[in-house]
């Protein structure tokens, strides 16, 4: 799993516990949750130009070979 997947999860599982504290009336929790769903969307940007990226290298890769 990549540095990122990584990420990715850690943060979700944050989400996870800080909405299900919101959920139970934490109001708190929902500032944090919000933060959580923020970094998730970051993530998830990232990840998806490091795909593109190896799939353009594996690409170029089996063209040259």
Known sequence: MSET???I????????SEDEKFA???SA???RARK???ELT???????S??????TA???AKASA
């Not at 490091?50 to 799939?55: L, P, V």
């Open 50 to 55: 490091e795909i593109s990226e190896e799939k």
């Open 5 to 7: 997947a990584q990420q």
């Open 24 to 26: 139970n009336g934490n």
């Open 9 to 16: 999860a850690d943060a979700f599982a944050t989400w996870q």
């Open 36 to 38: 959580a769903l923020q």
């Open 42 to 48: 970051k993530l998830a940007k990232a990840r998806r």
């Open 58 to 60: 594996r690409k170029e």
């Open 29 to 31: 929790a929902g500032t």
